[in-house]
């Protein structure tokens, strides 16, 4: 019961992106533990921004 | 790449001595998959031979559902293996140009999910609705037939060639293989359907709202809602998109329960508007979310449209399922045969394949399969469960969608969704022409059911939507609520389709702009940079004018907006498939892989069939109620005599009617003449590539090696878990 309910909000973490700022940490520290982290309403903000400039297409 | 016949696959033949665990035919597999094929066979069995008794929904159900596992067990492996070849040691672009941004390897199940929500729109639920008028089963066979044989193919092919190049986008694709013209045509293509699209789906929002004050109220609502939910997000708790959206999906709730108030209240006439009037409301709202920053708006609306996407459609499932019931509409009407039906004109063949698009072959899709997909898949295998899996659940929301306006009354049918100049604007002129056509519903039965979901009134309520929540109240008020919920509900199912076709109206305005600003940025540096404010304010206005445009016409057209503008919308849908799937045959022509071309180049000659056929029709029949230059002409000789046809009432009305035509009629002869030249010109590649001695230069990014260990299918099998456990992954 307790691993199907991590399961579902594990799910729901990643598809609605909450999880993204945890993966930017993790990819963050391994690959340059030396640079400053940004803080998650800077990652937030960058991650957002960027649609502005990069529309996706959903379908009809 | 060699152009002689490939050399036998690396692995043996699965049937000998492949791999435990993988693909070997065991009994129990075999018994299943019996099953399975029987269970479907006496579906198909049940649909397509009774006549005349009531035939229950869940057949529909099964016979999708069956014909979808046989479809993905077998053909869509032998896709992925013979005619792909995918390469599990072959790292995607995720992997080799992993940037932590747009790519990024991706759990196949997270994507799939990404990737559904990304194609299923309101397209596979407008489409069936319209097509209903056939029957139901024209409908079923081409959704299912068409989605296993054509649109599941297209996406799934599309998505490998695309992840194959670095993530290409369908245009730079045909821009490579084809050629500049084939290009270009693709890149023309694109700009127009995505104009058309728009102007499609904000008529059906417009048709669902028009004189509904508590439809208009609860989506009028959902603009604070996004703006409250996005400054949450950007200021109060960056990132928490789950309580962000809950808080949204509650408010949205209270806003479908206090239209209902707001109805009965003084209110209520504020939020009367006619059609031209939420057309004007809905050109201005086009314009300023297209052009406020995405955090305000569109991510905030994004998050609710999903959630609400997926979990209607698993309620809708869960509701079939349950209230399991009976069809109320022929297998296969007289307007099929004959062409001459009310809700858009024309014969099953090709007007069926038209009408429906999203749900069984979709050009629109092969977008997305060569957009943000291809960069954020983690091994090759994958395509399957991406591409075919998710094309074939947006296939069942369509099969669901057909059910929900089959088990309505045709009576009522065709009361809601003749053009209005058909069934005048009282109950008892409807009811009259609805017995004109062939069925009966009394005015006061027309008046009960308006009065049952609370609107004013149900005559010509065209665009699909109102239908479908008719339907769906149906099915959700017997599974709970009964009776006194089913207004509630009519109301949630309006709400849920107006919230996504205004997400998609946000995005298709921004992305089109994107286009004309990459275009038109070659010409003139400055409109092409995407922080310049006025180019930004131009080329949204250019765009939002455009659908704008067709939208007016449609929303003031005499004959009916969804009767003339829908086929044009199937069309260039359609035409798009072609480009698509001229695209793929090209490529597996120039990679050597001519005995397999017939995977991709036989829904070609059908598409390019279909679409060019009804092109034809619609540009040179001589009758009237199909073709636009026909219509043109017996409106325009009316004109010059000073004649007023109905159900134009006066010469201005007889004006639109010519200027509509003629704009209709260029416009599905221009999408016509580039899918000719599309086609073409792939065919004259494809010829130079069988011809030439030398195998061509492959497109393909190298060859790198894999570290990623991820299993193909949904489902990790016993050796993928064994895999899965050397590499120390726990999931």
């Known amino acids: 019961m307790r691993r199907a309910l991590a399961a579902v909000r594990w799910y729901f973490r990643e598809l609605s992106g909450e999880a993204e700022y945890d993966h930017y940490v993790d990819r963050h520290r391994r690959l340059h533990p030396d640079q400053p982290l940004m803080t998650r309403r800077q990652f937030e903000h960058c991650r957002t921004d960027r649609r502005d400039e990069h529309p996706t297409a959903s379908c009809c | 790449m060699t152009t002689t016949t490939p050399a036998s696959p690396p692995t043996p033949p699965p049937t000998t001595t492949a791999p435990a665990g993988r693909g070997r035919l065991n009994p129990r597999s075999i018994a299943i998959w019996t099953a399975v094929a029987v269970a479907g066979a006496i579906a198909w069995g049940v649909l397509a031979l009774s006549r005349g008794e009531e035939i229950n929904a869940i057949w529909l159900v099964v016979a999708a559902l069956a014909s979808y596992a046989i479809a993905y067990r077998f053909y869509a492996r032998f896709i992925a293996r013979k005619v792909l070849k995918v390469d599990d040691t072959r790292a995607t672009p995720a992997e080799r140009l992993d940037n932590g941004i747009d790519y990024q390897p991706t759990d196949r199940r997270i994507l799939v999910g990404h990737h559904f929500a990304a194609i299923a729109g309101a397209g596979p639920l407008v489409g069936p609705v319209l097509a209903a008028q056939?029957?139901?089963?024209?409908?079923?066979?081409?959704?299912?037939?068409?989605?296993?044989?054509?649109?599941?193919?297209?996406?799934?092919?599309?998505?490998?060639?695309?992840?194959?190049?670095?993530?290409?986008?369908?245009?730079?694709?045909?821009?490579?293989?084809?050629?500049?013209?084939?290009?270009?045509?693709?890149?023309?293509?694109?700009?127009?359907?995505?104009?058309?699209?728009?102007?499609?789906?904000?008529?059906?929002?417009?048709?669902?709202?028009?004189?509904?004050?508590?439809?208009?109220?609860?989506?009028?609502?959902?603009?604070?809602?996004?703006?409250?939910?996005?400054?949450?997000?950007?200021?109060?708790?960056?990132?928490?998109?789950?309580?962000?959206?809950?808080?949204?999906?509650?408010?949205?709730?209270?806003?479908?329960?206090?239209?209902?108030?707001?109805?009965?209240?003084?209110?209520?006439?504020?939020?009367?508007?006619?059609?031209?009037?939420?057309?004007?409301?809905?050109?201005?709202?086009?314009?300023?979310?297209?052009?406020?920053?995405?955090?305000?708006?569109?991510?905030?609306?994004?998050?609710?449209?999903?959630?609400?996407?997926?979990?209607?459609?698993?309620?809708?499932?869960?509701?079939?399922?349950?209230?399991?019931?009976?069809?109320?509409?022929?297998?296969?009407?007289?307007?099929?045969?004959?062409?001459?039906?009310?809700?858009?004109?024309?014969?099953?063949?090709?007007?069926?394949?038209?009408?429906?698009?999203?749900?069984?072959?979709?050009?629109?899709?092969?977008?997305?399969?060569?957009?943000?997909?291809?960069?954020?898949?983690?091994?090759?295998?994958?395509?399957?469960?991406?591409?075919?899996?998710?094309?074939?659940?947006?296939?069942?929301?369509?099969?669901?969608?057909?059910?929900?306006?089959?088990?309505?009354?045709?009576?009522?049918?065709?009361?809601?969704?003749?053009?209005?100049?058909?069934?005048?604007?009282?109950?008892?002129?409807?009811?009259?022409?609805?017995?004109?056509?062939?069925?009966?519903?009394?005015?006061?039965?027309?008046?009960?059911?308006?009065?049952?979901?609370?609107?004013?009134?149900?005559?010509?309520?065209?665009?699909?939507?109102?239908?479908?929540?008719?339907?769906?109240?149906?099915?959700?008020?017997?599974?709970?609520?009964?009776?006194?919920?089913?207004?509630?509900?009519?109301?949630?199912?309006?709400?849920?389709?107006?919230?996504?076709?205004?997400?998609?109206?946000?995005?298709?305005?921004?992305?089109?702009?994107?286009?004309?600003?990459?275009?038109?940025?070659?010409?003139?540096?400055?409109?092409?940079?995407?922080?310049?404010?006025?180019?930004?304010?131009?080329?949204?206005?250019?765009?939002?004018?455009?659908?704008?445009?067709?939208?007016?016409?449609?929303?003031?057209?005499?004959?009916?907006?969804?009767?003339?503008?829908?086929?044009?919308?199937?069309?260039?849908n359609q035409l798009l498939a072609a480009v698509a799937l001229a695209v793929a045959t090209t490529i597996l022509v120039k990679s050597g892989r001519l005995k397999w071309a017939w995977v991709t180049g036989v829904p070609l000659v059908w598409d390019a069939t279909v679409t060019l056929t009804a092109s034809w029709q619609k540009v040179f029949s001589d009758n009237p109620a199909i073709g636009f230059f026909a219509q043109r002409e017996r409106f325009a000789d009316a004109l010059d005599r000073g004649e007023v046809l109905a159900p134009a009432k006066n010469l201005d009305d007889m004006r639109a009617v010519v200027t509509n035509s003629t704009v209709d009629g260029v416009l599905a002869a221009f999408f016509a003449i580039l899918v000719i030249i599309v086609i073409a010109n792939a065919a004259w590649v494809c010829y130079k590539a069988i011809r030439a001695r030398e195998p061509l230069p492959t497109t393909e990014a190298p060859y790198v090696k894999s570290q990623i260990v991820a299993p193909a299918g949904l489902f990790p099998t016993a050796e993928e878990k064994r895999e899965l456990a050397a590499a120390g992954d726990r999931t």
Request: include cysteine; charged fraction near 10%; charge should be neutral.
């Open chain 2, 134 to 572: 056939m029957g139901y089963l024209p409908g079923t066979m081409w959704i299912i037939f068409g989605v296993i044989f054509a649109g599941a193919v297209q996406d799934m092919v599309i998505l490998f060639f695309s992840m194959r190049r670095n993530g290409k986008s369908l245009g730079q694709m045909a821009r490579d293989e084809i050629g500049t013209v084939g290009g270009i045509a693709a890149l023309i293509a694109v700009f127009s359907i995505m104009i058309i699209l728009l102007a499609v789906l904000a008529l059906v929002v417009v048709n669902a709202l028009a004189r509904s004050p508590w439809g208009t109220f609860s989506i009028a609502m959902t603009i604070p809602i996004a703006l409250l939910m996005g400054f949450y997000l950007r200021v109060l708790r960056p990132g928490r998109v789950i309580e962000t959206t809950a808080i949204g999906v509650g408010l949205l709730l209270l806003a479908i329960v206090a239209g209902g108030w707001v109805q009965e209240s003084s209110l209520a006439d504020t939020f009367t508007l006619s059609p031209e009037a939420l057309t004007i409301c809905l050109i201005v709202y086009g314009f300023f979310a297209s052009v406020l920053p995405v955090w305000m708006l569109l991510a905030p609306r994004d998050y609710l449209s999903t959630f609400m996407k997926v979990g209607v459609i698993g309620l809708l499932a869960v509701g079939v399922i349950i209230a399991a019931p009976a069809l109320q509409t022929e297998a296969i009407t007289d307007f099929a045969r004959e062409g001459n039906g009310p809700v858009f004109s024309g014969a099953l063949f090709p007007f069926v394949f038209i009408t429906i698009a999203c749900g069984a072959l979709s050009g629109f899709h092969s977008l997305i399969s060569s957009g943000t997909t291809p960069k954020m898949i983690q091994k090759e295998s994958q395509v399957r469960l991406v591409g075919y899996g998710a094309m074939l659940m947006e296939s069942f929301v369509a099969v669901m969608a057909l059910i929900a306006a089959c088990i309505l009354e045709p009576g009522l049918y065709y009361a809601m969704n003749a053009p209005a100049g058909v069934l005048g604007s009282t109950v008892e002129s409807a009811s009259a022409a609805v017995a004109n056509l062939g069925f009966t519903i009394s005015p006061q039965d027309l008046s009960a059911a308006a009065a049952e979901v609370e609107e004013q009134t149900l005559v010509a309520r065209t665009g699909g939507a109102p239908t479908l929540a008719i339907g769906m109240s149906e099915i959700f008020s017997s599974v709970i609520g009964g009776a006194s919920l089913k207004a509630f509900w009519y109301h949630f199912a309006i709400m849920f389709e107006a919230l996504f076709i205004l997400t998609t109206v946000d995005a298709g305005t921004r992305v089109g702009r994107f286009m004309l600003q990459d275009t038109l940025g070659n010409i003139w540096k400055p409109i092409g940079r995407v922080s310049w404010k006025p180019g930004l304010w131009a080329t949204s206005a250019v765009v939002v004018l455009a659908w704008g445009y067709f939208l007016y016409t449609g929303v003031t057209n005499p004959l009916g907006g969804i009767n003339q503008l829908f086929p044009l919308f199937g069309i260039a």
